[in-house]
């Protein structure tokens, strides 16, 4: 496995970096193996980044034969659309080095974790509009060809986590026009990537409408999805398993929510399968990537 570690530049910011877990080939297995990506936003309101949903997620992954990736982007006083323009820039660096990472740039998914995944689907809707192209962007550069999106801050309206919409808008949290933008609920299109979705039916603190929201315009959209909600889990659940465990409170431990990523690597599987190069080069083994 190589670490990469990278500095990431855009018009608004030069301080997020992407950290890389990357998995090696062998001349032993499959020299030419592609492998899909997922490029991790940890969440934690747009004030911090938490480490329970980083580093442990991406091994979990890179043990499913994933190359993970994790985005340590802007947060307050950052303002929207700071880190939006730093997942761009982190989509355009991997699938840029596809080749040297071994991976197939058809099948780049942007993850996310609580506010970390409305940094993620916030890619998801604008990858293809304007906003992003004032900047520099090429919709061929920083399209996702995928979302996970666990217990995802979707809405800036009725259901939304309020203290994370104030991070990112500051200033601006009480303009109409603001919060509409943030909202991406409004914003699916057509384009919008197929998506994998989870919450709790008990989270208390990013109410599982989000969730439902997104998915409900996704429908509306005619854009394939997956969604589940488990009936108890307190919010911020990572792994949901010892390994992600808080320090700060015993309820981070959820047996019947570890699943979750299995569900979302047999969705990768069906839902994006390898491009005809890559698979052409893949093994045939169905329990491989």
């Given at each position: 496995?190589?670490?990469?570690?990278?500095?990431?530049?855009?018009?608004?910011s030069?301080?997020?970096?992407?950290?890389?877990?990357?998995?090696?080939?062998?001349?032993?297995?499959?020299?030419?193996?592609?492998?899909?990506?997922?490029?991790?936003?940890?969440?934690?309101?747009?004030?911090?980044?938490?480490?329970?949903?980083?580093?442990?997620?991406?091994?979990?992954?890179?043990?499913?034969?994933?190359?993970?990736?994790?985005?340590?982007?802007?947060?307050?006083?950052a303002?929207?659309p700071?880190?939006?323009?730093?997942?761009?820039?982190?989509?355009?660096?991997?699938?840029a080095?596809?080749?040297?990472?071994?991976?197939?740039?058809?099948?780049?998914?942007a993850?996310g974790?609580?506010a970390?995944?409305?940094?993620?689907?916030?890619?998801?809707?604008?990858?293809?509009?304007?906003?992003?192209?004032?900047?520099?962007f090429?919709?061929?550069?920083?399209?996702?060809?995928?979302?996970?999106?666990?217990?995802?801050?979707?809405?800036?309206?009725?259901?939304?986590?309020?203290?994370s919409?104030?991070?990112?808008?500051?200033?601006?949290?009480?303009?109409?026009?603001?919060?509409?933008?943030?909202?991406?609920?409004?914003?699916?299109?057509?384009?919008?990537?197929?998506t994998?979705?989870?919450?709790?039916?008990?989270?208390d603190?990013?109410?599982?409408?989000?969730?439902?929201?997104?998915?409900?315009?996704?429908?509306a959209?005619?854009v394939?999805?997956?969604?589940h909600?488990?009936?108890?889990?307190?919010?911020?659940?990572?792994?949901?398993?010892?390994?992600?465990?808080?320090?700060?409170?015993?309820?981070?431990?959820?047996?019947?929510?570890?699943?979750?990523?299995?569900?979302?690597?047999?969705?990768?599987?069906?839902?994006?399968?390898?491009?005809?190069t890559?698979?052409?080069?893949?093994?045939?083994?169905?329990?491989?990537?």
């Amino acid at each position: 496995m190589e670490l990469i570690q990278q500095t990431l530049t855009t018009p608004l910011s030069d301080t997020a970096t992407l950290t890389g877990y990357v998995l090696d080939n062998s001349p032993e297995i499959d020299p030419q193996r592609q492998r899909p990506a997922v490029i991790i936003c940890p969440g934690g309101g747009y004030e911090f980044l938490s480490a329970r949903e980083a580093e442990p997620v991406a091994i979990h992954f890179a043990a499913a034969g994933v190359q993970a990736f994790i985005l340590r982007y802007s947060v307050a006083p950052a303002r929207f659309p700071v880190a939006l323009l730093e997942m761009a820039q982190a989509l355009a660096t991997v699938r840029a080095n596809a080749a040297a990472w071994h991976v197939d740039p058809q099948r780049i998914i942007a993850a996310g974790f609580s506010a970390g995944a409305h940094v993620a689907a916030s890619l998801g809707v604008y990858w293809d509009q304007k906003l992003l192209a004032d900047f520099g962007f090429t919709a061929a550069q920083i399209q996702p060809n995928g979302l996970l999106l666990s217990y995802p801050v979707i809405t800036a309206g009725k259901y939304c986590h309020e203290g994370s919409i104030a991070a990112l808008l500051g200033e601006r949290k009480h303009e109409a026009e603001a919060r509409a933008e943030v909202s991406l609920e409004h914003h699916v299109g057509a384009n919008t990537p197929k998506t994998f979705l989870w919450s709790t039916f008990t989270d208390d603190v990013v109410p599982m409408e989000n969730a439902l929201l997104f998915a409900k315009a996704l429908r509306a959209n005619q854009v394939p999805f997956e969604l589940h909600i488990f009936p108890e889990g307190h919010h911020g659940l990572s792994l949901a398993t010892v390994e992600t465990e808080s320090s700060h409170r015993n309820t981070s431990v959820q047996p019947e929510v570890t699943v979750w990523p299995d569900l979302f690597m047999t969705w990768l599987h069906h839902q994006l399968p390898a491009t005809t190069t890559a698979a052409a080069k893949a093994p045939t083994d169905q329990n491989q990537v």
